[in-house]
């Protein structure tokens, strides 16, 4: 009879402190689910609460079971369990594109997260006591240590990690990605500790990994490590040459970093040219002029940055997120803030686009600033030009398939560089739930565009357009990991390169699945590079897709009175349908 | 006949005519404020002219069949003083002006939307109405490529 009493004593006890835990993590799921913190890495933080959650459930189910067991075994009626309800009601959150992390909620996270680690902790003592006075075995309680010690391994950190995200980030939310990788890893990328150290080596493996595009998460990486480094390190790796090259540093950090990258170079070359031309004069000999014109190209380039970063009256101020003057030359220069902007789009140019041609890239940027702009109210607007790949040129390289037109090559080399720049500008970008992205593929451009689609379905952006392409790469729309109606497609009549179809199903076909957007009848002359003719039909409907109007899409007239009806097949938006 | 027609229609692709003589940027500049100015005055009420500044630089010419050196003229005007919901007649005015000019209307806008987009002849400037955020609405000239004065 006594040890009877006993055994029925001990299961009233564990399950007085089944009833009192069951529901510990209840809380900090609850507040998961109701977007405290969305995006960038929350459903694995979910997850893994989720099964601490039924883990905790199980242990004191399963002590139950056992100390029930054992007084049954010693003669007593079955006593009744608590209940222990398993569904959690929650109010599913609003759909939204937010992501993100609201500091208090977060804050009320990481506060019920401590609560539970202390309050299981003591459970899980006192649970295992009673099953060992019962001779029973103690697994469900050291089970239920191991939740409470996840939780307390979890907290400390997070409460001062968060704190250290606060200050970096003084606004109402913070960046998804940011959480992830501050708050619930350690970020312990190994090249940017080194980085961190001003380590060249450790900055050229980062710039390689980026540019082969196969790690998606390395820009949120490098943005959260970036605001978590102290002021002095900031300031010391600014300085660093080709640091600003790094994606999803800030826009800002990037066009600082750059910009004294040039001007460091620019200095140095003036004074080696300046010397070589003078020992040049003097010597007369030949031997020394290959050297002093590889020199002398660099510096003319770096010169030729220089004046396109000049201030344009009424366009915001350039932005030098990436310059290199090696090979055809790289540049990406952006009118406008792409982190603080409510719409950035990206222009992708194709043949013959390089660095000692950018002229002409920078002014149809700006033509599109200026025409989401108008378009766009209150909203802020920022246009890159984004000359980041080796595009084809009509040279000897047409007989070279790693670089020619005719194979699709540069362009998937093209498009994982693509990818990581876009990933950098997610990543640096402050959290939105509007916020659009725009990416313009113009002729092989395209084609690159549609592979860097396809690295990064559903994250390159809102909308593509397309414009005189020969394809991009895929058979369908659909294949890009955008919706279809999001693809935009528009040819003006007369562009031979529109009509090629090489690389895939040509995407002014119906078959293909995009949108077509009228560009104007009046494109006749040089119709492949007339898209972004000022206040051209086709220039204003890419502003109008850009700023998200797209109801707004200019129509082609009725050619009623049109004397070229003579030549229909110049006219192909007659027979255009936008209603896909 | 057959060198005829292949003749204009070259003539047509080509853009060549013996009216497309490329103008000086002070043409050009004089012929974009003729055509705003005229565009302007057809309207009823009168609208108030506010230059778009952005839009005062002159661009560099972008044909690639062209020289570089050239450049391109364009002036955006924001229609101001007029209702809202005078968009659309404002918008009728402006083509039946453009119309009566001998201009050619190239796009317009669908359903009720007051966009539309011109041509002027004979010498190809590009003629703009356009909606814009707030239903404010914009008259812009762009020239061809103009010699640089």
Not at chain 1, 270 to 294: C, F, M, P
Not at chain 1, 545 to 559: E, N, R, W, Y
Not at chain 2, 70 to 89: C, D, E, F, H, T
Request: glycine content about 8%; hydrophobic content about 40%.
């Amino acid at each position: 009879m006594a040890d009877h009493t006993a055994a029925l004593e001990a299961f009233r006890r564990a399950a007085a402190l089944a009833a009192d835990h069951h529901a510990a993590l209840d809380t900090p799921v609850r507040l998961m689910r109701a977007s405290a913190w969305v995006g960038g890495g929350a459903p694995a933080f979910l997850a893994d609460l989720t099964a601490h959650r039924a883990s905790l459930r199980t242990a004191l189910t399963e002590a139950l079971d056992l100390l029930a067991g054992n007084a049954v075994r010693q003669g007593a009626h079955a006593p009744p369990f608590p209940p222990m309800p398993s569904a959690l009601t929650t109010m599913a959150p609003a759909p939204s594109t937010f992501r993100g992390v609201a500091p208090e909620a977060m804050t009320a996270l990481i506060t019920a997260l401590d609560r539970a680690s202390s309050a299981l902790s003591v459970a899980a003592s006192r649970l295992a006591a009673e099953l060992a006075a019962q001779a029973q075995p103690t697994t469900p309680a050291h089970r239920l240590a191991a939740t409470a010690n996840w939780c307390s391994g979890l907290t400390p950190p997070l409460r001062r990690r968060l704190g250290l995200i606060r200050r970096s980030y003084p606004g109402l939310y913070l960046p998804a990605g940011t959480v992830a990788f501050s708050l619930f890893t350690d970020a312990d990328q190994p090249l940017l500790t080194r980085l961190a150290d001003a380590d060249t080596k450790a900055l050229a493996d980062l710039l390689s990994r980026q540019a082969r595009a196969d790690d998606p998460s390395l820009a949120t990486q490098v943005n959260t490590w970036w605001h978590t480094l102290p002021a002095t390190t900031q300031a010391n790796l600014i300085t660093l040459p080709t640091f600003g090259l790094l994606n999803g540093l800030p826009a800002k950090v990037r066009d600082q970093a750059n910009r004294h990258w040039l001007q460091t170079e620019k200095a140095r070359l003036s004074a080696y040219v300046n010397q070589e031309t003078a020992k040049l004069l003097r010597h007369q000999d030949i031997r020394l002029v290959g050297a002093w014109e590889s020199e002398a190209l660099t510096l003319r380039r770096l010169e030729l940055i220089e004046r396109e970063l000049c201030p344009v009256p009424g366009h915001p101020a350039p932005l030098l997120l990436a310059f290199d003057t090696q090979g055809l030359g790289r540049l990406a220069i952006s009118w406008g803030d792409p982190d603080t902007a409510d719409i950035t789009v990206t222009s992708v140019s194709g043949l013959t686009s390089q660095l000692d041609a950018a002229h002409g890239d920078l002014e149809r940027s700006r033509a599109l600033w200026q025409q989401a702009k108008s378009y766009s109210g209150d909203r802020t607007v920022a246009s890159i030009t984004w000359l980041g790949y080796d595009a084809p040129q009509l040279d000897f390289s047409l007989l070279n398939p790693a670089k020619s037109v005719a194979f699709d090559h540069a362009a998937m080399k093209g498009g994982a560089e693509l990818a990581s720049f876009a990933d950098g500008l997610r990543a640096s970008h402050t959290p939105s739930g509007t916020a659009r992205s725009v990416v313009v593929g113009h002729s092989y451009g395209s084609l690159t565009t549609g592979h860097a689609a396809t690295l990064r379905p559903g994250t390159l952006a809102d909308d593509i357009i397309f414009v005189g392409s020969p394809g991009v790469g895929v058979e369908r729309a659909a294949d890009l990991g955008v919706r279809p109606d999001h693809v935009w497609v528009g040819e003006a009549g007369g562009d031979p390169v529109a009509d090629l179809g090489r690389f895939g199903t040509d995407p002014g076909r119906d078959s293909f699945g995009a949108r077509h957007f009228p560009v104007g009848r009046d494109v006749v002359n040089s119709a492949h590079g007339s898209y972004w003719d000022q206040d051209s039909v086709s220039l204003r409907n890419m502003g109008y897709i850009i700023a998200g109007k797209a109801d707004q899409l200019v129509q082609p007239a009725s050619l009623t009175k049109n004397p070229q009806l003579l030549m229909p097949e110049l006219a192909p938006d007659l027979s255009m349908n936008t209603e896909k | 006949m057959r060198y005829a027609i292949a003749a204009i229609a070259i003539l047509l692709a080509s853009g060549c005519s013996t009216e497309n003589v490329a103008p000086t940027q002070r043409q050009a500049t004089a012929r974009v404020d003729q055509l705003i100015q005229g565009t302007a005055a057809a309207i009823s009420p009168s609208p108030r002219l506010e230059l778009i500044p952005y839009s005062v630089p002159p661009s560099t010419c972008l044909d690639e069949s062209q020289s570089q050196d050239k450049v391109i003229i364009n002036r955006k005007y924001w229609l101001r003083g007029i209702p809202k919901s005078q968009n659309m007649a404002v918008s009728r005015q402006i083509r039946t002006y453009w119309e009566t000019q001998g201009h050619r209307i190239t796009g317009t806008g669908r359903g009720d939307s007051p966009n539309l987009s011109g041509l002027s002849q004979p010498d190809h400037y590009i003629l703009a109405l356009a909606w814009a955020d707030g239903d404010n609405l914009y008259l812009a000239a762009t020239s061809p490529c103009a010699t640089p004065a």
